[in-house]
């Protein structure tokens, strides 16, 4: 049943809550010092610039400006920043650090480190990348993006991605499902065959990238004059709500179509629910079911298929 609104917004309250306890954002002070988290957020848009203008500083944190000019008053007064005039605008004046300032920035930047690798030394390093991922899907969700970037791009595959398909495959069943190495030999099999009978007029590999990363792949090969095989789809959790999933099938759907097949037929596992409502939208139909024990996990196989 679909969560309601007001379920939707506790539930985004509830894990800011549960994560500001988590990075130590509840004491007087952010992690135990004199600063508040806005005056550590400031200080830290200092450090990581030679000179910066206080209009920059408001914009790029979204902060009043009033407030700001008072945070930097209390900074100069204690001996953390230095202004000088600009010579271009008598109005503006170039903020940096002194070294007292960025020396109490470092102490913050080291017991901040320290206190995220201890939270993180509790997770094995699988979980430690779903956490990561879990994080950049957070991130693009809400980020606003400049709309003329395209979100990724397609291409046929080339020398190298074989290895990426297998050892993703590998990693991500492992990570999410617990599936052993004997996926990960299968993966490299049906790559292999892949390459060893490639027809370039009924076959084709989608690869999905992201800023010049991999995120995404998928194949289509001949299983019969008339039916095409849809195989190892699969798009990486940091890349996950961009609709790149339902273009590879897209494009799956459309090159069969244009090669002449009459059906589009694969094979996955009924716990694999978002790849089965990607199929489902494409109008994929579940036409067999059968348990079996594979990957070191009882399964349940389902066969799919597509009337071109």
């Known amino acids: ?37 806005a005056e550590v957020r400031v200080l830290y848009e200092l450090a990581h610039r030679d000179v910066a203008m206080a209009s920059e500083i408001a914009k790029a944190l979204g902060l009043d400006a009033g407030y700001l000019s008072r945070m930097l008053l209390s900074f100069q007064k204690r001996g953390f ?18 070294g007292k300032g960025r020396a109490a920035f470092a102490k913050l930047e080291a017991k901040s480190e320290a206190g995220v690798s201890k939270m993180m030394a509790r997770l094995s390093p699988a979980d430690q990348n779903q956490l990561i991922g879990a994080m950049a899907c957070i991130e693009s969700l809400l980020v606003e993006r400049a709309e003329p970037k395209a979100p990724y791009l397609l291409r046929t595959h080339q ?22 190495e004997r996926f990960e030999a299968l993966v490299a099999e049906i790559a292999a065959g892949f390459i060893q009978k490639f027809d370039a007029k009924r076959e084709r590999c989608w690869i999905a990238e992201r800023d010049g990363a991999i995120v995404g792949s998928v194949f289509l090969v001949k299983k019969s004059d008339r039916v095409a095989k849809l195989r ?13 999933g339902a273009r590879l099938v897209d494009e799956c759907v459309r090159f069969a179509r244009q090669a002449g097949y009459r059906k589009i037929t694969l094979w996955t596992q009924s716990i694999l629910a978002a790849a089965r409502h990607i199929y489902r939208q494409a109008g994929f139909r579940a036409v067999k079911r059968e348990r079996h024990r594979s990957f070191g996990r009882q399964l349940t196989g389902e066969t799919w298929e597509l009337t071109l």
């Open 81 to 98: 920043l230095r202004r000088k005039a600009s010579k271009k605008d008598a109005r503006q004046s170039h903020l940096s650090l002194t």
């Open 1 to 37: 049943m679909p969560l309601r609104t007001k379920d939707r917004v506790g539930a985004v309250r509830r894990f800011n809550r549960f994560y500001t306890r988590q990075v130590g954002l509840l004491g007087k002070g952010y992690l135990d010092s004199p600063f508040t988290l």
């Open 159 to 180: 020398p190298g991605d074989m290895g990426w398909v297998i050892h993703r495959h590998g990693v991500l069943y492992a990570e999410e499902y617990g599936w052993d």
């Open 232 to 244: 190892l789809l699969l798009v990486e959790p940091s890349a996950r709500g961009l609709g790149i």
